[in-house]
């Protein structure tokens, strides 16, 4: 075919390719936002509730999104503080200290680990709780403390890869100025290596939070519920803003309910949508002319 | 004092990077032991092939198996132009300032939750189908779970075609520039040829992302257990299965068939990871 025409085509169909997929979301955002913004304010999350009551805990909140906030933001940082720990530690002796034989063998493990569906890593953390509940105690169930784990073990590779990433990007004149003023090579991690990477490290972490957030699949299967109230135990049912999204769009009973949904819709995207443009905005730096070299990853 | 502290320091790392792996292995074990009683004795295969129907007995999960692979698929088939498209538009044929808000966009499209995705599915794209073919009943069908799905999958294809063309040698494309090609030349004869390892990694990237995603099936695909026999028809995925487990007792078998959906999904995964380790490609987490 004629290449003119044929460059033609391209052109045409690279355009109607970013219009239509741009416009879908763009349209499926759009409609989110203006059904869902009405039911935005301080009635969506505390319902009839006094503000400050709710957050020091005097008042139960019945009718508003604040139990599922808590509970997302404890899950969260509780499964990201578990997570964090392994995972850079995983990351510096990858990035350091591995053999070529165990880079290849971990970082398989570390990719299937990443690839797993979160259904299924949510299936292993309710095997766990019944394992537990037989062999172990009668009163365990699934509970905060189970999809603490679970989310853990979901989110493990990608601190482990971005630390390693950014570990291993760093020029070797930032890896050997130490070691040659006498520094052994832990003092150099933790001293040269560790917060030269911390851009990188740190906006891996951001993106975890995110992953994290966001997750139905694996709190559905391992402790979360409709109505729990604010988490008090880590051996207690809890509330989460993803799965109320989930329960509400099949259970609602009336429309001020789905009201709610929408609302929890657009604070779930908008919790998202800041933690992306943060990570974004520390990776920019991190690329920037003045930064370390950027390391193997992206988003 | 320093020398036990290196010590302590290294098999610290070690043990976390060890203890890393071994999850991967762990969560398989785990869906073994449990699956086992209906995996053990050369069962697996033939309850891939067989229908679910408790009762007679029967927990094939075939019907799952062809949901899973239609919805799938069917997303890829909607995805792979939109990617192949806004990735050659990226590649040259957009100009550079709109390219470079289509790449933040797609990369914040790896954002969005699939939670919401599945409840705007319900709520627009579903009385939307409903509306345009009738015999699509309640609207919940393999149509509107795949081209959600395909939105989802869409920035992780795209991401991966694009570190494929990334990687095609800059010497190659100075050759063709210093010949006079332009930029459509440039794609056809340059980089598409030489960029198809980050496109295959990209469409099983793609694949397993599609296969994986829970939310959007299981909300907007109807999840009917039977054999789908149209693209307009209600379909469980395998994913949705596992999502709708009822736990009322855990020895039945209906239960137990719950895992090896589970270790049916982790094989696929595993062997998705290899192909792509094999190819080459730029891994890690997307």
């Given at each position: 075919m004629n290449i003119r025409i044929l460059g033609g085509c391209l052109r045409v169909f690279s355009w109607g390719a970013v219009l239509v997929l741009t416009g879908s979301v763009l349209v499926l955002l759009g409609y989110l936002l203006v059904k869902g913004v009405p039911s935005l304010g301080r009635d969506l999350i505390f319902g009839q509730v006094n503000v400050l009551d709710a957050l020091?805990?005097?008042?139960?909140?019945?009718?508003?999104?604040?139990?599922?906030?808590?509970?997302?933001l404890s899950v969260v940082l509780l499964s990201v503080g578990l997570a964090i720990p392994v995972g850079v530690c995983a990351g510096i002796y990858m990035s350091e200290f591995a053999t070529v034989l165990q880079q290849r063998v971990f970082g398989l493990m570390f990719d299937i680990l990443a690839g797993i569906p979160s259904i299924v890593i949510g299936l292993f953390g309710f095997s766990g709780a019944i394992f537990i509940h037989r062999y172990i105690s009668n009163d365990f169930r699934p509970c905060l403390a189970v999809s603490v784990a679970a989310l853990a073990f979901l989110v493990l590779p990608?601190?482990?890869?971005?630390?390693?990433?950014?570990?291993?990007?760093?020029?070797?004149?930032?890896?050997?100025?130490?070691?040659?003023?006498?520094?052994?090579?832990?003092?150099?991690?933790?001293?040269?290596?560790?917060?030269?990477?911390?851009?990188?490290?740190?906006?891996?972490?951001?993106?975890?939070?995110?992953?994290?957030?966001?997750?139905?699949?694996?709190?559905?299967?391992?402790?979360?519920?409709?109505?729990?109230?604010?988490?008090?135990?880590?051996?207690?049912?809890?509330?989460?803003?993803?799965?109320?999204?989930?329960?509400?769009?099949?259970?609602?009973?009336?429309a001020e309910e789905l009201m709610s949904g929408y609302g929890a819709a657009i604070i779930l995207l908008g919790v998202c949508a800041v933690l992306f443009i943060l990570a974004f905005l520390i990776k920019r730096r991190l690329a920037g002319p003045a930064g370390p070299a950027p390391g193997r990853f992206h988003g | 004092m320093t020398r036990v502290f290196q010590k302590t320091a290294r098999i610290v790392f070690f043990l976390s990077a060890a203890a890393s792996a071994?999850?991967?292995?762990?969560?398989?074990?785990?869906?073994?032991?449990?699956?086992?009683?209906?995996?053990?004795?050369?069962?697996?295969?033939?309850?891939?092939?067989?229908?679910?129907?408790?009762?007679?007995?029967?927990?094939?999960?075939?019907?799952?198996?062809?949901?899973?692979?239609?919805?799938?698929?069917?997303?890829?088939?909607?995805?792979?132009?939109?990617?192949?498209?806004?990735?050659?538009?990226?590649?040259?044929?957009?100009?550079?300032?709109?390219?470079?808000?289509?790449?933040?966009?797609?990369?914040?499209?790896?954002?969005?939750?699939?939670?919401?995705?599945?409840?705007?599915?319900?709520?627009?794209?579903?009385?939307?189908?409903?509306?345009?073919?009738?015999?699509?009943?309640?609207?919940?069908?393999?149509?509107?779970?795949?081209?959600?799905?395909?939105?989802?999958?869409?920035?992780t294809m795209i991401i991966f075609f694009k570190d494929g063309f990334d990687s095609v040698d800059v010497r190659y494309i100075q050759a063709a520039d210093a010949l006079g090609a332009d930029s459509v030349q440039r794609l056809i004869y340059v980089i598409l040829p030489e960029a198809w390892p980050g496109i295959v990694t990209g469409i099983i990237m793609g694949l397993g992302r599609a296969m994986g995603d829970t939310l959007i099936a299981l909300m907007i695909a109807g999840n009917a257990v039977h054999v789908p026999g149209s693209i307009l028809d209600s379909a469980r995925t395998l994913t949705s299965h596992i999502a709708l487990v009822s736990a009322s007792d855990y020895d039945s078998l209906a239960f137990k068939s719950i895992f090896a959906c589970g270790l049916t999904l982790y094989v696929l995964n595993a062997f998705a990871v290899i192909a792509v380790r094999r190819l080459g490609g730029k891994r890690g987490p997307v």
């Open positions: 020091l805990l005097k008042k139960r909140v019945f009718d508003g999104l604040f139990p599922a906030i808590a509970g997302t990608y601190i482990t890869r971005t630390t390693q990433a950014s570990m291993q990007g760093l020029s070797i004149q930032t890896r050997q100025a130490a070691l040659a003023l006498g520094a052994t090579r832990v003092q150099n991690i933790f001293y040269v290596l560790l917060p030269q990477s911390f851009s990188g490290i740190l906006s891996g972490i951001i993106l975890a939070i995110g992953r994290c957030a966001e997750d139905t699949a694996v709190i559905m299967l391992t402790g979360v519920v409709a109505t729990a109230g604010i988490p008090g135990s880590l051996l207690g049912s809890y509330e989460a803003l993803p799965f109320y999204i989930y329960y509400i769009s099949s259970q609602y009973t009336d | 071994m999850a991967a292995a762990l969560v398989f074990g785990f869906l073994l032991v449990f699956g086992f009683p209906l995996i053990g004795g050369g069962e697996f295969f033939s309850l891939l092939t067989r229908p679910w129907s408790p009762g007679q007995g029967l927990y094939g999960f075939l019907p799952m198996i062809t949901g899973t692979a239609a919805i799938s698929f069917l997303s890829i088939v909607f995805a792979l132009p939109l990617s192949l498209g806004t990735v050659c538009f990226m590649g040259g044929l957009g100009p550079a300032r709109i390219s470079r808000l289509v790449d933040g966009f797609v990369r914040f499209m790896t954002g969005i939750p699939t939670v919401i995705y599945g409840f705007l599915g319900i709520f627009l794209l579903v009385p939307v189908v409903r509306t345009l073919f009738t015999s699509a009943g309640s609207g919940m069908c393999i149509l509107s779970a795949s081209l959600m799905l395909s939105l989802l999958v869409s920035p």
